[in-house]
């Protein structure tokens, strides 16, 4: 099949999409089981505890290697096999896992667990050639939707399966799931070779071309890189204050995150809001938001108030989610040849920011207390609203 017979007979039903959807979500889900098992892994395989971080942060390194490394393949290489290729990857390395006996194997595991699970990053520019311009921002919002239940629903899933059947039944089931998931994609997906070639050097040293050529994706990528530290930030930082101050056990702490899960909501919504031709106001508020409930959850907690946290919790994921999609949009319309590598620059620098969050939450839980967030979190959305604002939302919000 050609790529422009593809075109011609492909049609992105609603069906497809929720499948598009599904996998976005159980793939990416695997960067964060090993955060919720970290301890009975390191208890089986020995690990000591200064080096048991190490699990999570590998397999977040490989996963932020494969967006550099493999996603910008799509650009120039055939996507259904270049998917399919990952998703087998994936698979591998999920029974390695399974199987793995020693802190070595776990570990090169876990970074190549990280590394196929970029799937999902070709799976969803990939979604926009076979809709109209006007349609992109909710067909992103649907299948971001499935993508961001799965990072929130990750943790607690993994955390009861673990409680029931041990750690290594996790990676068994996903390793089936996710074979499942391949074989139900092999039916589906069409044949999208893009007529573009250039060596692999060439294809790596155009996103820096991009990143010079394009300043809405600088301006894209300043502006939610702060808000996904804050959601980092927030998500790495409330289990130890759940736990310190409201007494909250791993699995209550697992039954709080899933009132963040109920913020993956907000992804389809964000896609209408764009393409309804709102990008500029729905940033604005949506920056907005997290600084405000970020402020906010500071009285919370010093009330006492859990339900009203878990309530801000929702929002300040909604917030985020409904930025990244339609800071998503945005991106993927710069240029149509480029999808694939505009998508690497931007989450490569999100994924970036996200990760210097991560590992400032706790510290700064550890130092400041909970204001110590609350505070740092406000300030992070007034620099990015500042710097959208400062735009003035010609570029960033096209």
Not at 64 to 74: F, M, R, S
Not at 89 to 118: E, K, N, Q
Not at 202 to 220: A, F
Not at 316 to 322: A, N, Y
Request: glycine share 12%; with cysteine.
């Amino acid at each position: 099949m050609t790529n422009a017979t593809a075109h011609t007979t492909f049609r992105l039903t609603p069906a497809i999409t929720g499948l598009f959807a599904g996998v976005c979500g159980l793939t990416v889900a695997n960067i964060y089981y090993a955060q919720a098992l970290i301890g009975p892994i390191t208890g089986a395989l020995a690990i000591s505890s200064t080096w048991a971080g190490s699990i999570v942060t590998l397999t977040q390194l490989g996963y932020g290697a494969g967006l550099v490394l493999i996603v910008p393949l799509c650009d120039q290489s055939e996507n259904r096999r270049l998917i399919l290729l990952t998703i087998a990857g994936l698979v591998v390395s999920l029974i390695g896992a399974a199987l793995s006996t020693s802190v070595a194997t776990f570990m090169l595991f876990s970074v190549t667990i990280g590394l196929c699970s970029v799937g999902s990053q070709i799976l969803l520019p990939l979604a926009t050639h076979f809709v109209e311009p006007g349609q992109r921002g909710r067909t992103i919002g649907n299948i971001m939707g499935g993508l961001l239940s799965g990072i929130m629903l990750s943790r607690p899933v993994a955390n009861a399966m673990a409680a029931a059947f041990g750690w290594r039944a996790v990676f068994w089931a996903s390793a089936v799931v996710m074979m499942l998931a391949g074989l139900g994609l092999a039916r589906v997906l069409p044949v999208q070779a893009p007529t573009r070639r250039m060596s692999y050097g060439s294809l790596l040293r155009s996103i820096m071309h991009l990143l010079v050529q394009y300043r809405t994706l600088r301006v894209r990528i300043a502006c939610h890189g702060l808000v996904f530290a804050v959601f980092n930030m927030f998500w790495t930082a409330i289990p130890l204050l759940l736990h310190a101050q409201f007494g909250f056990s791993q699995s209550k702490i697992a039954l709080f995150a899933l009132a963040g899960a109920g913020g993956a909501l907000a992804a389809p919504l964000a896609g209408r809001l764009a393409d309804a031709g709102l990008t500029r106001p729905a940033t604005l508020s949506a920056i907005a938001l997290v600084g405000a409930t970020s402020l906010t959850s500071g009285w919370a907690v010093a009330a006492g108030w859990i339900i009203v946290l878990a309530v801000l919790a929702l929002l300040l994921d909604g917030g985020v989610q409904t930025n990244q999609v339609i800071s998503q949009r945005v991106v993927y319309s710069l240029n149509d040849t480029a999808r694939g590598r505009l998508n690497a620059a931007y989450m490569g620098g999100v994924f970036v920011c996200g990760a210097l969050g991560s590992s400032c939450g706790a510290a700064l839980y550890s130092i400041a207390g909970w204001w110590g967030f609350a505070i740092a979190g406000t300030l992070m959305c007034l620099a990015s609203l500042a710097l959208f604002a400062a735009t003035n939302g010609r570029h960033a919000a096209s």
